[in-house]
Each structure stands twice: as C-alpha cells, then as structure tokens.
C-alpha cells in the first residue's frame, strides 16, 4: 500500500490510457508473481481491457473503483488516493512536472529516477 511504482511506460499523447495499461502489464509479465488484485478507474472497464488482460496475465483480478453518483463535492475513493498521492509525490520533480523531454526514453529514465528517490526517501525515515 506504499504506492511506489513497479514499472513505467512512456507514450506519445495519442495513446489512450486503456491500450496504454495494456502494454504496461504486458511488460510485468513474469516479473511480480505476488500481485493479486490490479484497482482500476472506469477508463479500464470494458470487455477489451478484461479480455487482453486475462490473455496476459489470467491470475490478475480487476477491480474497477466507481465513484459513488449519490456522493457531492469532493469524496476520497478507496485505493484510489494511493495513486492520486503517488502522482503527487513525482509531481514535485522539476523534470517531470514539465513535458521537456524529446525522447520517451529519456521521460522513462526520469521518473525512474523520481521513484528511486521516493523509495530512498522512505527507507531512510
């Protein structure tokens, strides 16, 4: 529940989130066997995220969280600030909170290096 990142994905701007998430996770293949439960956004709902996504990792279980529609103003979902927080948190990198970079490569080494710094920030406390 720490919301550190395993993994990272550079696109271009007119890749959607969904086709994105999909190659993300084809890229885990293998490498975390532990994880059980992927928490989703409604963006992941649909029969072609679950299907592409039972073709590459079938032990991975999806839960999509909603937003309640009786819910006004603003409402904390579950599991979802864990990843608004970890936006947050590599939000404060100079680099990444401005699209500079010319290369997808060079936006992935930086927020690699962003979380490497997060995840040194949280053992060293």
């Known amino acids: 529940m720490q919301g550190l990142l395993l993994q990272g994905l550079i696109t271009s701007a007119d890749v ?3 086709d994105g998430g999909i190659a993300l996770l084809s ?7 532990f994880l059980k439960k992927l928490f989703a956004d ?10 592409a996504l039972a ?5 991975l ?7 309640s ?6 409402v904390a979902l579950p599991k979802r ?11 404060r990198c100079r680099r990444l909170a401005k699209d500079w970079e010319n290369l997808n490569l060079s936006a992935f080494i930086f927020l690699r290096l ?3 710094r997060l995840m040194l920030r949280k053992l060293c406390n």
Do not use: C
């Open 55 to 59: 073709t590459i990792l079938p032990n």
């Open 27 to 33: 890229t885990l293949f293998g490498m975390f066997p």
């Open 114 to 116: 962003a979380s490497i």
């Open 81 to 91: 600030w864990i990843v608004e927080r970890s936006i947050g948190w590599l939000n």
């Open 61 to 67: 279980e999806t839960e999509i969280v909603r937003r």
């Open 42 to 51: 409604s963006a992941y709902q649909g029969p072609v995220f679950h299907t």
């Open 69 to 74: 529609d009786a819910a006004k103003g603003f």
């Open 16 to 18: 959607q989130d969904r």
